[in-house]
T-cell receptor, first 113, second 107 residues
Framework: ETGVTQTPRHLVMGMTNKKSLKCEQH?????MYWYKQSAKKPLELMFVYSLEERVENNSVPSRFSPECPNSSHLFLHLHTLQPEDSALYLC????????????FGPGTRLTVL | KNEVEQSPQNLTAQEGEFITINCSYS?????LHWLQQHPGGGIVSLFMLSSGKKKHGRLIATINIQEKHSSLHITASHPRDSAVYIC?????????FGAGTRLTVKP
């Protein structure tokens, strides 16, 4: 595997379910990001991790819970989501937590029923 | 008003045409990114620049820091260039994105 991978690619869940999105980067980077892309809205930065520490949390509701166990893996735990949370969730990584080129995963298309 | 404005929102061109997409931003930046998003969602970073001009193949990106404006140019456009092009203002990884420009290049 190379680059940034995300699983699952598609996810349908009910509002009472708990699920997790997984991101893995094989680039030796030290920073990882979660983005949300809703229909007809710009990309929104959700969380930034640098050296496994959260350095940015853009007022994201607590029903989204990130976890970064090591510099290669990033999770987004989901619970009691709302239909308006349906979106494309993109993971990215960069060399470090300053301005660097970011490498994106293919995204997880989430539908909340 | 959004912090990052792109124009046009949609652009249709004939193969071979020279294309320009514009981005204006109102926030302080450490860098400006141009991204390409194909149908299906995958995003590729095209350029990251903080001054001047960069060129990669048929793509050229310029930035004017004083005017807070950047442009992405595509020379000799091709149908495979059809995608959404996104500008992002980066302030030490606090990223603010434009709404994107949907480009369609017809053969």
């Amino acid at each position: 595997e190379t680059g940034v991978t995300q699983t699952p690619r598609h996810l349908v869940m009910g509002m009472t379910n708990k699920k997790s999105l997984k991101c893995e980067q094989h680039l030796g980077h030290n920073a990882m990001y979660w983005y949300k892309q809703s229909a007809k809205k710009p990309l929104e930065l959700m969380f930034v991790y640098s050296l496994e520490e959260r350095v940015e949390n853009n007022s994201v509701p607590s029903r989204f819970s990130p976890e970064c166990p090591n510099s290669s893996h990033l999770f987004l735990h989901l619970h009691t989501l709302q239909p308006e949370d349906s979106a494309l969730y993109l993971c990215a990584s960069s060399q470090d937590g300053t301005s660097n080129e970011q490498f994106f995963g293919p995204g997880t298309r989430l539908t909340v029923l | 008003k959004n912090e990052v404005e792109q124009s046009p929102q949609n652009l249709t061109a004939q193969e071979g045409e020279f294309i320009t997409i514009n981005c204006s931003y109102s926030v302080g930046i450490s860098a400006l990114h141009w991204l390409q998003q194909h149908p299906g969602g995958g995003i590729v970073s095209l350029f990251m620049l903080s001054s001047g001009k960069k060129k990669h193949g048929r793509l050229i990106a310029t930035i004017n820091i004083q005017e807070k404006h950047s442009s992405l140019h595509i020379t000799a456009s091709h149908p495979r260039d059809s995608a959404v092009y996104i500008c992002a203002a980066d302030n030490n990884n606090d990223m603010r994105f434009g709404a994107g420009t949907r480009l369609t290049v017809k053969p």
